[in-house]
């Protein structure tokens, strides 16, 4: 029984004149169609980068450096700290014998060694985590180059995070020959200095660090806090 076209669902249509062609041309004496070629599954592999990270011998060399940097800002601005306490405990006890000038201007004086340590201790912050960020980007850029040598030599077409696989064959992970790899070629990462923009260097231009006003009300206790 013949039906209607506007009864046939479109797709139908589709694949069939798909699947009717090489019979056709077959029937008329025309040529095959050449047949396509399948590809085959891509050889795959996953790497444990944050392992890397925090195994290799770069990477722990780096978090060393960067420990001791630490304990050493903490020291500094923990003495800081407590003369900027006892500059505070002082001039509270000279408010009783200076004129409202002269405490005034003390007053003014100690507020400004509150702002430039804070802005100090911002400054250090930031410079410590310039320098961990540029000895990571270190570490990352020769891991890379060691994981696409590894991947070359086991003939491999795509590499993945091994955090963003749910589930993965041991056989399939290649962290162990990267790690490896990675020691040999970078065996520790100085830990620079650290340096910001000039302009944020300028006074007021760290975070949370306002310019001294004039006429402003008695700075609370210092606190200046160490960097992290």
């Known amino acids: 029984m013949l039906r209607r076209i506007n009864h046939i669902h479109l797709a139908v249509l589709f694949f069939a004149a798909v699947l009717a062609a090489p019979f056709a041309a077959k029937a008329a004496g025309a040529a095959p169609a050449p047949t396509q070629t399948k590809l085959a599954p891509p050889v795959t592999a996953v790497i444990d980068i944050q392992r890397i990270l925090r195994e290799s011998t770069a990477a722990q060399s780096v978090r060393k450096q960067l420990d ?6 903490r020291d500094e601005f ?11 405990q002082e ?13 005034e201007e003390k007053r003014q004086a100690y507020a400004r060694r509150v702002d430039e340590a804070q802005r100090k201790a911002d400054i250090s912050r930031r410079e410590l985590d310039s320098a961990f960020q540029e000895a990571l980007k270190q570490i990352q ?4 180059e060691v994981a696409q040598d590894v991947a070359q030599r086991m003939n491999l ?5 091994r955090s963003q696989v749910i589930f993965v064959s041991q056989d399939m ?6 790690l490896k790899g990675l020691n040999a070629k970078l065996a520790s990462v100085k830990l620079t200095e650290g340096t910001l923009p000039s302009d944020e260097l300028k006074p007021g231009a760290a975070e949370g ?16 806090p160490a960097p992290k």
């Open 141 to 144: 850029t020769a891991m890379l």
């Open 157 to 161: 077409d795509l590499v993945l995070p």
């Open 173 to 178: 992970d290649i962290t162990e020959p990267v």
């Open 209 to 224: 660090t306002p310019a001294p006003k004039t006429g402003a009300k008695p700075a609370a206790p210092a606190k200046t």
């Open 91 to 103: 001039l509270q006890r000279q408010r009783s014998v200076l004129s409202a000038e002269a405490f």
């Open 68 to 73: 001791a940097r630490r304990g050493k800002l």
């Open 78 to 88: 923990a003495k800081l700290e407590n003369d900027l306490r006892a500059a505070e």
